[in-house]
């Protein structure tokens, strides 16, 4: 079965910091761009980081640029997510997707073939 599985989520006060996983089962994502996208109560999915299928090229939201990190273990099957200098504006259920496009395509939603469940991050003090 094809799964991609997030962790890392959990309530943080502002300002600290939180290492997301998105771990893939049943393939291989050494061929797929991978996307970061996080939704709050009310908004709709948007395009956090994505990062081609090599970690060459890497794609960040304005809103996150400077503050999240994104990168990739193949051999580990697994994209991270280092998310630091959290605002309580970062709140959202975040999603991993597998993608079979461009970095910048991916973010946009494009070419979306897989969807992990979602881990909650919530930034309150």
């Known amino acids: 079965q094809f799964q991609l599985v997030e962790s890392g989520g959990g309530l943080v006060q502002p300002g600290g910091s939180l290492r997301l996983s998105c771990v893939a089962s049943g393939f291989s994502l050494d061929y797929y761009a991978i996307g970061w996208f996080r939704q709050a109560p009310g908004k709709e999915r948007e395009g956090v980081s994505c990062?081609?299928?090599?970690?060459?090229?890497?794609h960040y939201a304005d809103s996150v640029k400077g503050r999240f990190n994104i990168s990739r273990d193949n051999a580990k099957n697994t994209v991270y997510l280092q998310m630091n200098s959290l605002k309580p504006e970062d709140t959202a259920v975040y999603y991993c997707?597998?993608?079979?496009?461009?970095?910048?395509?991916?973010?946009?939603?494009?070419?979306?073939?897989?969807w992990g469940q979602g881990t909650q991050v919530t930034v309150s003090s």
């Open positions: 990062i081609s299928s090599r970690g060459g090229y890497t």
């Open positions: 997707a597998a993608a079979g496009t461009t970095v910048q395509a991916t973010c946009a939603r494009g070419g979306i073939v897989l």
